[in-house]
């Protein structure tokens, strides 16, 4: 079975440009949720959908950051415009029903380096 | 606000040694509880759960955890270490009552095997 997919894998760019990076759940979950990893914050949820649709965002740090699902296999983290301070490792997971009955599965990240 | 403490951010050990790493929460009511795996370049793999019933949960690879209510614990142990359980390993919180679906984790322990 294929897991979920991220991509890209890496991506370094120059403060100030938008960067997308986009995720590929497994068939038939029904549950997205977008994490970041830091040193310092460690990992930390921006934000989930169930069945599409946003459910709570409240962990996304600020207007610059937004995230969309379009339909049911595919999502994207958008962040414009990019600083330093939003390196990390950005994880995707999904489930097919919510964590407290089903196991989140989680792509490999994007390393994201903002210059 | 429900929060993950796990104590140590480094423990290191000898192969064939007991694994011991340490996960208190903070909740009001006992919350689900969780441990992942995290290898280099890879996304969390989950290694048990908590959610109710008996209080000693087994895992996979060997782990093992058990919730205390009364110490607001639950610890992760594996009887003898193999250099392939070398990773990062993450505690988890998720409310048991319902509501946001969002994990809350801990900082995270690397876990080192000596040969």
Redesign the interface.
């Known amino acids: 079975d294929a897991g979920?997919i991220q991509s890209p894998r890496h991506e370094v760019t120059e403060m100030g440009q938008e960067v997308t990076l986009r995720c590929k759940p497994i068939s038939g979950h029904d549950?997205l949720?977008w994490y970041r990893q830091t040193m310092m914050r460690?990992?930390?949820?921006l934000i989930?959908f169930?069945n599409n649709v946003p459910?709570?965002d409240s962990?996304m740090p600020e207007d610059r950051f937004s995230a969309k699902m379009p339909n049911a296999s595919f999502s994207t983290l958008k962040i414009q415009p990019s600083e330093p301070r939003d390196s990390a490792v950005y994880?995707c997971?999904s489930s097919l029903g919510?964590?407290?009955n089903q196991?989140?599965?989680?792509?490999?990240?994007t390393r994201l380096s903002i210059l | 606000a429900q929060s993950v403490t796990q104590l140590g951010s480094h423990v290191s050990v000898s192969e064939g040694a007991l694994v011991l790493l340490r996960c208190n929460y903070s909740s009001s009511v006992p919350p689900?509880l969780?441990w992942y795996v995290q290898y280099p370049?890879?996304?969390?793999?989950?290694l048990l759960?908590y959610?109710t019933g008996a209080t000693l949960v087994k895992g996979i690879n060997g782990f093992e955890a058990e919730f205390k209510k009364s110490e607001t614990s639950f610890h992760l142990t594996k009887p003898s270490a193999h250099m392939s359980d070398a990773a990062e390993y993450?505690c988890a919180v998720?409310p048991?009552g319902g509501g946001?679906?969002?994990?809350?984790?801990?900082?995270?322990t690397h876990l080192i095997i000596q040969p």
């Open positions: 979920v549950y949720f460690g990992l930390e949820l989930y169930n459910i709570d962990g994880f997971a919510g964590p407290r196991p989140q599965h989680f792509g490999d990240g | 689900y969780f370049n890879q996304g969390l793999q989950l759960k959610t993450f998720i048991s946001a679906d969002g994990l809350t984790f801990g900082k995270g």
